[in-house]
């Protein structure tokens, strides 16, 4: 199933899985407003779409994205108010990956520079290219990184290293992203595919209400006391105790068998 076109987006449904795929390959899907605003558009169709159980973030061509059309801005006569408002696009791209109901994958492919990278780090799992490069070039440039990154990277790969890679801007590549914790995964490129859609395809397999529930107290857990942890996660239990889907997690387990999850 293919989804309604888009200017800078191709997005296929494929079973449970969406796949959301860059499309300015000429400019190595570097970002413009247009494409902020379909890749919200994209994430509110998948989530709001019940078959959807994984969406797949990925880039056309040579790159992932290698964040904002510098082109673009050069020709563009933006007031501040709406170099603000494209900045705020930025923002609430990442925050939407995060706050997404369905587990985000990043495939990385190429470049995941600056804004690319800011998608890539608020995605659940990032999977690349063993020759891929990722960076954040902010400091570099005169500006700074967004997208809740600086909140984000110290979490997944510590404190020294988060400093290392935001304040010098350096690139790493797959193997190393994996070596320290910011994938999961990396492969030769002409196998990439194969092993996002392993992860994707272990995903789909699970509970909707139990990953939403899961997800939501993974990212929060860092900065909420362990009381409201603890009863937070008591109150996601017992939700998933009235869905049928526990049901069927259960009767699944005693019959010996793969469960079959409705989202319900």
């Known amino acids: 199933m293919t989804s309604p076109s888009y200017e800078t987006l191709i997005v296929k449904h494929r079973g449970p899985i969406a ?20 890749v919200l558009d994209a994430l509110d169709q998948a989530e709001a779409d019940p078959a959807i159980r994984v969406v797949i973030l990925t880039g056309e ?95 997944l790969v510590g404190l020294s290293k988060a400093r290392e890679l935001l304040y010098t801007g350096r690139r790493i590549d797959g193997k190393e992203a994996t070596r320290i914790g910011l994938a999961v995964a990396s492969s030769p490129a002409d196998t990439l595919a194969e092993e996002v859609d392993r992860l994707a395809e272990s995903l789909a397999c699970q509970a909707p209400v139990s990953m939403a529930m899961l997800k939501r107290l993974v990212n929060q857990g860092s900065h909420t006391d362990l009381e409201s942890q603890l009863q ?31 989202g319900c």
């Open 61 to 155: 061509g040579r790159a992932f994205c290698v964040g904002a059309d510098m082109k673009a801005h050069g020709s563009a006569q933006r007031s501040l108010y709406e170099r603000r408002r494209y900045l705020q696009l930025g923002n609430d791209v990442c925050e939407r990956i995060l706050c997404l109901k369905l587990p985000a994958i990043a495939a990385v492919n190429g470049y995941a520079l600056g804004a690319g990278a800011e998608m890539a780090v608020a995605c659940d799992f990032i999977v690349m290219d063993d020759e891929a490069q990722l960076g954040f070039p902010e400091t570099g440039i005169g500006t700074c990184v967004g997208g809740g990154v600086s909140k984000l990277l110290p979490r």
């Open 19 to 38: 796949e959301i795929r860059f499309n300015r390959p000429h400019r190595l899907n570097a970002v413009i407003e247009t494409l902020y605003r379909e």
């Open 232 to 262: 937070q996660e008591l109150d996601a239990v017992f939700t998933c105790s009235t869905t049928a889907d526990w049901q069927e997690g259960v009767d699944a387990f005693a019959e010996k068998r793969s469960p079959v999850f409705r």
